[in-house]
């Protein structure tokens, strides 16, 4: 039998055409990626959450020498987010990153843990949580789930 998968998301030539509250995300995962230690790849990532109280949290990617042993932002904020607060549910995550190991004009798409850990939190919250790609020239793509990031994620099919 063939199916058909379609993915929906939302294409802008920049953030800036976000509202506000979407902008500040933006704002605030850009302000985070100047924390990345990335002394190797030199490619700072900064990714922040909205909770549904309004509360935006923030991370950024972390390496080590030991590769594989850093972590990527989104995983970085997301862990955070469900240590610190188990019970607040994201409405929003925004990835934003700078560095030549991506074009300028390439959106920055996160990697397949991070997908996986962002569906499972998904999951978990029982709730859609958005996610906002901007690329370093600011075009930007909002999706309204994870799962249209993952359609096939381990454990769902």
């Given at each position: ?32 990626s100047q ?23 923030t991370g ?10 850093g972590l ?86």
């Open positions: 039998m063939d199916r058909l998968l379609t993915i929906q998301f939302r294409e802008l030539e920049s953030w800036k055409l976000l509202d506000v509250t979407d902008q500040e995300l933006v704002v605030k995962a850009y302000a985070i924390n990345a230690y990335a002394p190797y790849s030199a490619f700072h990532v900064g990714a922040s959450v909205r909770l549904q109280n309004g509360e935006i949290l950024s990617n972390q390496e080590n020498i030991a590769y594989p042993s990527c932002a989104e995983r970085v904020v997301l862990f955070y987010t469900g240590s610190q607060f188990p019970n607040s549910k994201i409405e929003t995550i925004c990835v934003v990153a700078k560095g030549d190991l991506l074009p300028y004009d390439k959106i920055l798409s996160p990697c397949g843990a991070c997908r996986q850990v962002m569906l499972e939190t998904e999951i978990r919250q029982t709730n859609a949580m958005r996610v906002i790609l901007v690329s370093q020239n600011e075009k930007t793509l909002v999706f309204n789930n994870v799962k249209d990031l993952l359609p096939f994620a381990f454990g769902t099919i």
